[in-house]
């Protein structure tokens, strides 16, 4: 059983900086692929980034060089550092551990990015 609890969301205004940040518990492999995604209001869910316990990233385009993952594998912690936010980030986002493509979901966090 894998539980996965997002925190840190709230609203910020356009340029601004937030930190989210996910506690996972349960039975935690190293071979897990954990991620954050987004979804917006009439939008698809989408991958924002992801990060093997190598340290492998992947981040969609549209967060390249403003938005940074990592992983915490002593504390099973995954923060997402989002900067220079813009209103179209704004969405719920999610905490997602992928094993072997069976995805475990949190509930989500609401950023909302407006002035």
């Known amino acids: 059983q894998v539980q996965l609890v997002e925190s840190g969301g709230g609203q910020v205004q356009p340029g601004g900086s937030l930190r989210l940040s996910c506690a996972a518990s349960g039975t935690i492999f190293s071979s897990d692929v954990m991620a954050w995604y987004r979804q917006a209001p009439g939008n698809q869910r989408e991958l924002v980034a992801s990060i093997t316990s190598g340290g492998t990233t992947y981040y969609v385009d549209s967060v390249k060089g403003r938005f940074t993952i990592a992983r915490d594998m002593a504390q099973n912690m995954l923060p997402l550092q989002m900067s220079s936010l813009k209103p179209e980030d704004s969405a719920v986002y999610y905490c997602?551990?992928?094993?072997?493509?069976?995805?475990?979901w949190g509930k989500g966090t609401l950023v909302v990015v407006s002035s």
């Open positions: 997602a551990l992928n094993r072997a493509g069976i995805l475990y």
